[in-house]
């Protein structure tokens, strides 16, 4: 698996029923693969079953047949799909949600130490901080992706970089570290953190807060926004309404 994009990622697909189960000798459930079962990231899986799914210490290629399978990627540059739970471990991991399944209440992605790329699509439900959705990028560079609906990004420690759907997020969050959050268009919140940090709103009414050390704010200058940083652009307000 190519090591050069230093990416980990989240992607909601619909996933065919695979491959006979197994057990692990801790006895969570994996499988190997099957034919028919779906790619990942393009790539044939290597683990493929529900329940609760461990990887190897190598580089995997995880795929959940139903998105209430918990999936702990351990060790190794892996690639997981299908599962609204995920702790992706240390490497360069990418995790991916594409579509929104029925009766989805929460997502919990943690990506985990390494270079991460995170990218899900979310649904018009995730309005507030107080929802049963996160995905946390952990330590590391992290990109970290939003589509269609709202979004509750946290980047955690390193350069990340956070992209907000059209949809309007409730948080985009840099963590630590010299981050560069992109609302998109629609009504956005978002907070640099540590680090010299850029925000930059879009289209849309946007609430925008650097954090600490020297940060840009861009508002965008279409509606109302709010910012409050060092290096304020396009803003109408310099302290939240």
């Known amino acids: 698996m190519p ?3 230093s990416t980990a990622s989240v992607i909601v697909a619909l996933l065919a029923a695979g491959g006979p189960l197994a057990a692990t000798p801790d006895g969570h459930a994996s499988a190997v693969r099957q ?7 393009g790539q044939e899986p290597t683990i493929v079953g529900d329940g609760e799914l461990e990887g190897t210490p190598g580089d995997d290629v995880i795929v959940a047949t139903t998105v209430r399978t918990i999936v702990r990627a351990g060790a190794g540059d ?11 471990g ?9 579509e929104p399944l029925p009766g989805m209440t929460y997502i919990f992605i943690r990506g ?37 609906g709202s979004h509750i990004f946290d980047g955690g420690d390193g350069a990340d970089v956070l992209i907000g759907g059209p ?66 652009r396009d803003c109408d307000a310099d302290d939240w309404v």
């Open 78 to 88: 892996d690639l997981v799909c299908g599962s609204r739970r995920v702790d992706a």
């Open 112 to 148: 985990g130490a390494g270079d991460d790329l995170i990218r899900f699509r979310g649904t018009q439900h995730m309005d507030t901080w107080g929802t049963r959705w996160g995905v946390f990028g952990g330590p590391g560079a992290d990109l970290m992706k939003g589509q269609d």
């Open 3 to 5: 090591r050069a994009l």
């Open 90 to 98: 240390t490497g360069h991991d990418k995790i991916g949600y594409d």
């Open 167 to 232: 949809g309007g997020d409730a948080g985009l969050a840099g963590g630590g570290g010299k981050d560069k959050v992109f609302g998109g268009p629609g009504q956005d919140t978002a907070h640099g953190g540590a680090g010299r940090d850029v925000l930059l709103g879009g289209a849309g009414h946007d609430d925008l807060a650097g954090g600490h050390d020297r940060d840009v704010a861009d508002g965008g200058g279409d509606e109302f926004d709010v910012c409050v940083a060092e290096v304020e």
């Open 35 to 41: 034919e028919g079962t779906a790619r990942c990231f």
